[in-house]
Every structure is written in C-alpha cells, then in structure tokens.
C-alpha cells in the first residue's frame, strides 16, 4: 500500500513506520523539519515538508493521521490550550479537505484521539459506547474526531483511536518517570486510586496494523483489556526496578505545579478495549508487570 503519515517522527509514528516496511508498504510522511525527519526515519522514508505540496489523495491507499503537540508537556495555559487544539484540528481539516477532493481517496483514514475522550469518569468502566465527561480533554478529542468523520464514505472509512498512556523503551510517560523512580524517588500521586488505561507501543501498532487490514470504522479504545490504579502502576514499576516506590506526591502538590493539566494524571479511564477484542484483536501485553519488564529492559 501507499501510506501517508502525519505525526511520523512522534513515539507511535517511530515504531509503526519500521513494521510497515517491513510488509512491503511504501511510505510517506509529512513533516514541518524535513531534514529531521529523514535523519530520524528510514532513507526508504518518503518526507514532504507539509501538506500544502499535495493537491489531492489519489496516490495514497491509506492515511495513518498521529499528528498532535503533546499534551502533557507543559501547563495548560489558554494559549497552551488552543496549541494543543490546532496542532490536531487543522492538520486534520487539511487532510479531510484533501480527500474530500480526491477522485480516488484512501480506502482508510486511521485518526489519533485519546481515551481523555471520555474526560475523568473515576470507578466508571469505559467502553467506546460510554457517554463523556465534558471537559478540556473530550473537547479537544470529540472536534478531532468530528473533523475525521467528515470524510466517512463507501469508499473511504475511518477509525478513530482512542489511545491511552503508551508504554514505550524511549520517550512517553516512561521516558519521564523512569528517571525517578530509578534513584527511588518515585510512587502514587494523589490517592492512588485514578485509573491508568495503558496499552504496550507492541500493541499499539499491531492494532494499528489490524484496523489497516480489516474491514472496521468507528472509534477504538487503543488499551490493555486491564487498566489499574495509579498505586498499583507504581508499586510494580517500582518491583520491576528493584527500588522503593513509595514517595506519593500529594495531589495538592501536583495541582500547584501543573494546574488544570493535573486532571491528566489526577484522574484517568477505567477503559477497556471493547470494540477491538470483538473485532478478534489478540494482545500480546495484557499483564502490567510482564509490560513494564519488556519495556524496562529495551530502554
């Protein structure tokens, strides 16, 4: 297939491309430093410095879209806010836009969103059908999907990924806490008791690969079928390290620092894969120890 990406260099877009040339497919990717993409990417890699060279999507059998200023990188400041909504609005516009255009579109568009679709619904178990929490985090996901949607026709679906904190060897949460908890600093925030709805980046890009292949639409919960509570999460990074997790940061401690992105590790889904498992995905990361290990271990 002819695959165009957005987002390529980010931490799905890292691992996902070098499976895809591995199928044979042909890739092509769209970046804002052209050069360091390439530097990063394989030399097979095809990269175009924006969207704006394209006329139309006639060429492409299918557009993986993972575009998206990372979200819990800084404050959320109103300015922070709106960065975080455009950098996944309009590059999503511009490839609806594209495709809309396109007298031979993609067969597929696979979007990014995020399970903070559904906003911090606590004990709730959070399948695709659950209505959302209306706040920050659903309304930057629910006008990314919308805009998504708009190109749902016979000849072109969409699936939408709703995807959790991904476990990966560099980059990511991991990237973050593994430094702590490596010198013991490290333990639960808040209560503990917020659920952490995580997925393996194996499994995240076997996924991604699945809804490439079949014949599927609609929105995807991209994690483990066994989310867990924070404490939980730390405790067993903290066994898989052999250190001390047991430095909680208080949760008025992490409002102060982070403001109102806090909700992001304050609160969390209880979600669960329903929609992919019915669809015949087997994962291969379900157990959070065995996960952690692996990914401890290449890092």
């Given amino acids: 297939m002819q695959i165009l990406i957005t987002g390529g ?5 890292r691992h996902l491309i070098p499976r895809l040339l591995e199928l044979k497919h042909s890739i092509t990717v769209v970046s804002r430093s052209p050069a360091k993409a390439q530097h990063l990417l394989d030399a097979r890699v095809t990269v175009l410095q924006g969207l704006s060279t ?4 006639n060429d492409f059998d299918a557009v993986i879209n993972l575009a998206g200023e990372p979200i819990a990188d800084k404050r959320w400041s109103e300015a922070q806010k ?3 909504c455009d950098s996944r609005w309009h590059i999503t516009q511009q490839l609806a836009d594209l495709i809309k255009v396109s007298e031979n579109p993609p067969q597929v568009l696979i979007s990014g969103s995020a399970a903070g679709y559904y906003g911090d619904l ?3 178990v959070v399948t695709e059908e659950e209505p959302p929490h209306n706040e ?5 996901c629910a006008r990314w999907e919308q805009i998504a949607c708009e190109v749902q026709s016979e000849r072109t679906r969409v699936c939408l990924l709703r995807t959790g904190v991904v476990f990966a060897p560099k980059g990511g949460i991991l990237g973050k806490l593994l430094p702590l908890f490596r010198l013991g600093l ?3 925030i808040g209560n503990g008791r917020q659920y952490l709805a995580w997925i393996h980046i194996d499994d995240m890009v ?14 995807f919960n991209m994690v483990s079928p066994y989310p867990v509570r924070n404490e939980q999460f730390a405790h067993t990074l903290g066994h898989v390290l052999h250190r001390p997790a047991v430095l909680r940061a208080p949760a008025f401690a992490v409002r102060m620092m982070m403001g109102e992105s806090s909700v992001l590790v304050l609160g969390g889904q209880r979600a669960l894969p329903k929609r992919l498992e019915a669809a015949g995905f087997a994962f291969r990361w379900y157990d959070l120890e065995e996960a952690l290990q692996d990914v401890v271990n290449s890092a």
């Avoid at 260099?9 to 877009?13: D, E, R």
């Avoid at 394209?54 to 999507?57: G, K, R, T, V, Y």
């Avoid at 920050?136 to 930057?140: D, N, R, S, Y």
């Fill in 206 to 219: 076997n996924g991604i690969l699945w809804l490439l292949d079949n014949d599927l639409r609609g929105p």
């Fill in 186 to 188: 490290g333990g639960p």
């Fill in 9 to 13: 260099t980010g931490l799905i877009g």
């Fill in 54 to 57: 394209l006329a139309q999507l």
């Fill in 82 to 84: 709106q960065r975080l």
């Fill in 122 to 124: 606590g004990e709730v």
């Fill in 136 to 140: 920050f985090t659903h309304k930057l």
